[in-house]
């Protein structure tokens, strides 16, 4: 009989309500410009370098023994594309001020972030019973752009024991190493540990490792533990760990 120890939520459109695509255009838009800037080159030649990198980072399409962190991956593949290092201390300075101070600001009507309906009830659901949390959002963004993130959805408070980013992680979702590598670093089994995600090809580790999920997100996943919305999720809690530790 399996026994659920910790629950690792995903972020976007999981405890965090966003149009994650406006997000997306308008951090790509900011953060072209700024290297263009930098570059001294027109915004329009940056369009393509950054959107490309950004692409070849989430196609996860890489060597098994590349051992390169996402920051650095994605690093290599943009100045190999526009000849801009953005490690250079004072590119990253200058990324990283950008990411903590004026991207916080940008949350307007269109990309409408806020904390999900049921996400604080489900976070603290888990906490009652016992269980350890961890936050597996897919680390293609800096801590800074993340935390950002978790700030629209009040959740910097939230005791997440591991915070998934592009600078600690070197594959991102659905990789079965991403998956299994976040796990290693909680000490955890993916026998011992349930997902929450509403992405029906990322939070499903591909190939499996185990790893049980519940599903928040449209329509209905029949290799999911459990479907129904992140209002629900801490309502049905009971039974989600019932079927857990059934091993349905």
């Known amino acids: 009989m399996a026994t659920l120890k910790a629950v690792v939520f995903d972020m976007d459109d999981t ?12 951090f790509a838009l900011d953060e072209a410009n700024l290297l263009a800037q930098v570059a001294r080159k027109p915004i329009v030649s940056l369009f393509s370098p950054v959107g490309s990198a ?9 060597a098994q023994g590349d051992t390169r962190t996402n920051r650095q991956f994605f690093a290599d593949e943009l100045e190999r594309r526009c000849g801009i290092p953005i490690l250079e201390p004072a590119i990253a300075d200058m990324l990283d001020f950008y990411e903590r101070e004026v991207l916080p600001k940008k949350n307007d009507r269109t990309i409408s972030a806020r904390p999900r309906e049921g996400a604080h009830e489900a ?6 019973h016992g269980m ?12 800074s752009c993340i935390e950002c993130r978790m700030g629209w959805g ?13 600078e600690n992680s070197t594959r991102v979702k659905p990789s079965a190493d991403y998956y299994r590598d976040s796990l ?7 026998e011992e540990t349930l997902m929450v ?3 029906p090809k990322r939070d499903f580790p591909s190939p499996s490792i185990g790893l049980k999920t519940a599903y ?3 329509g209905y996943q029949p290799h999911a533990l459990w479907n129904g919305s992140m209002a629900d999720f801490a309502k049905d809690f009971d039974r989600i760990e019932e079927r857990f530790c059934d091993g349905e």
């Not at 350890?132 to 801590?143: G, V």
């Open 216 to 218: 928040v997100g449209a």
């Open 123 to 128: 976070v603290q659901t888990v906490l009652d």
């Open 184 to 190: 290693d670093k909680l000490g955890l089994a993916p």
């Open 154 to 166: 009040d959740m910097l408070d939230m005791p997440f024991e591991l915070v998934t980013t592009w």
């Open 15 to 26: 405890l965090l309500s966003i149009n994650l695509s406006a997000f997306i255009g308008v």
């Open 132 to 143: 350890r949390i961890a936050l597996l959002t897919n680390p293609s963004f800096s801590r």
């Open 54 to 62: 950004m692409l070849a980072l989430n196609n996860g399409d890489r």
């Open 197 to 199: 995600g509403n992405d």
